[in-house]
């Protein structure tokens, strides 16, 4: 054994903070149990993953098939919607390839729930509601997508073209990634919340950022609005982007179709393409209910909650004590 190993068996977290990880862990679970919610565990490992152009899971080859280690168990929620579930969460490890820093961890705690016949406002509510629980924090504000951006930015996210989104970047004095190119409007959008309009989100109280761009759906519906806005919506703490939420897309012909995008823009990021088929898409054909879902990333909540800097000081061993 050498030095360095000798000295890394001990956990980065301090036990006080493992003690409120634990509190924190049943207070979430008293919240859904008393909201009738039923709590479910699906594989970590399948032949099905959430095509997504920024998420890549690990892959594992096993009995000449090929696995991949879930970055979100939805697509196995869903299909336990599909088969009459109607109030569910799920609290478990996620993994995703390339995320370290100090709000990242390649393995990682997600809380991730459903609820049948929510709509957007009430998916906002319970997600403020948790927060409100968990963090002792007061209600949350709901502010648009388009509302941040024309406070911070002084844009409208919804009809500024990439060359006005490009000239606000170098006006600002914003670091351009080469990766980014020109025509990659919503990569621009992305560039500019991060920089220029999370950093304010959830200072006072939470924020829930709602009616993303249509580009940005992932699995969310898109609204006929003029322009049409994705149903879906983020809460941010401390500008730290905490949960994510849908209400989620049910047409099986238009996952498909945006599988087969996402999986081109894959390809032209030089990324491996994912299995654009799978048992989601069979769930839905048969009848996927109207719902909204959210995914929280735990770990983040522990961090506010202690009052920390890093995922590492309320995790007991992150990724490279693993």
Same mark, same amino acid.
């Given at each position: 054994?050498?030095?360095?190993?000798?000295?890394?068996?001990?956990?980065?977290?301090?036990?006080?903070?493992?003690?409120?990880?634990?509190?924190?862990?049943?207070?979430?679970?008293?919240?859904?149990?008393?909201?009738?919610?039923? +709590?479910?565990?699906?594989?970590?490992?399948s032949a099905d993953t959430v095509v997504d152009r920024h998420l890549d899971p690990f892959c594992v080859e096993?009995?000449?098939?090929?696995?991949?280690?879930?970055?979100?168990?939805?697509?196995?929620?869903? =299909?336990?919607?599909?088969?009459?579930?109607?109030?569910?969460?799920?609290?478990?490890?996620?993994? =995703?390839?390339?995320?370290?820093?100090?709000?990242?961890?390649?393995?990682?705690?997600?809380?991730?729930?459903?609820?049948?016949?929510?709509?957007?406002?009430?998916?906002?509510?319970?997600?403020?509601?948790?927060?409100?629980?968990?963090?002792?924090?007061?209600?949350?504000?709901?502010?648009?997508?388009?509302?941040?951006?024309?406070?911070?930015?002084?844009?409208?996210? &919804?009809?500024?073209? #990439?060359?006005?989104?490009?000239?606000?970047?170098?006006?600002?004095?914003?670091?351009?990634?080469?990766?980014?190119?020109?025509?990659?409007?919503?990569?621009?959008?992305?560039?500019?919340?991060?920089?220029?309009?999370?950093?304010?989100?959830?200072?006072?109280?939470?924020?829930?950022?709602?009616?993303?761009?249509?580009?940005?759906?992932?699995?969310?519906?898109?609204?006929?609005?003029?322009?049409?806005?994705?149903?879906?919506?983020?809460?941010?703490?401390?500008?730290? +982007?905490?949960?994510?939420?849908? &209400?989620?897309?049910?047409?099986?012909? +238009?996952?498909?179709?945006?599988?087969?995008?996402?999986?081109?823009?894959?390809?032209?990021?030089?990324?491996?393409?994912?299995?654009?088929?799978?048992?989601?898409?069979?769930?839905?054909?048969?009848?996927?209910?109207?719902? #909204?879902?959210?995914?929280?990333?735990?770990?983040?909540?522990?961090?506010?909650?202690?009052?920390?800097?890093?995922?590492?000081?309320?995790?007991?061993?992150?990724?490279?004590?693993?």
């Amino acid at each position: 054994m050498t030095h360095t190993q000798h000295n890394n068996f001990r956990p980065t977290a301090s036990r006080q903070n493992l003690q409120l990880r634990a509190r924190l862990l049943q207070r979430l679970r008293e919240f859904f149990d008393q909201r009738g919610f039923l +709590e479910v565990e699906t594989p970590l490992l399948s032949a099905d993953t959430v095509v997504d152009r920024h998420l890549d899971p690990f892959c594992v080859e096993f009995d000449n098939r090929r696995m991949w280690l879930q970055t979100s168990p939805e697509f196995a929620m869903k =299909r336990l919607l599909a088969d009459g579930a109607e109030a569910i969460y799920q609290v478990t490890r996620s993994f =995703r390839l390339g995320e370290q820093g100090p709000l990242h961890n390649p393995e990682f705690t997600i809380v991730e729930w459903y609820r049948t016949d929510d709509d957007m406002d009430a998916g906002m509510q319970l997600t403020g509601d948790l927060c409100e629980a968990m963090l002792h924090c007061g209600p949350a504000e709901r502010l648009s997508y388009r509302d941040a951006f024309e406070q911070y930015v002084g844009i409208d996210p &919804h009809t500024a073209d #990439v060359g006005a989104l490009i000239s606000k970047v170098e006006e600002l004095g914003i670091a351009r990634p080469d990766s980014l190119s020109a025509d990659d409007r919503d990569g621009w959008l992305d560039l500019l919340l991060v920089d220029r309009v999370q950093p304010h989100l959830g200072m006072e109280r939470p924020t829930l950022l709602y009616d993303y761009p249509a580009g940005q759906a992932a699995l969310a519906r898109v609204r006929s609005d003029d322009p049409p806005v994705a149903e879906r919506f983020e809460l941010c703490v401390s500008g730290i +982007e905490l949960a994510n939420g849908f &209400h989620e897309l049910l047409e099986t012909d +238009e996952l498909l179709k945006r599988n087969k995008n996402i999986n081109a823009q894959r390809a032209a990021d030089g990324k491996p393409t994912l299995p654009e088929q799978s048992r989601l898409l069979a769930a839905m054909h048969a009848g996927l209910p109207a719902s #909204v879902g959210v995914a929280l990333g735990f770990d983040r909540l522990v961090m506010l909650a202690a009052g920390a800097k890093s995922l590492s000081e309320v995790m007991a061993f992150p990724f490279d004590r693993a």
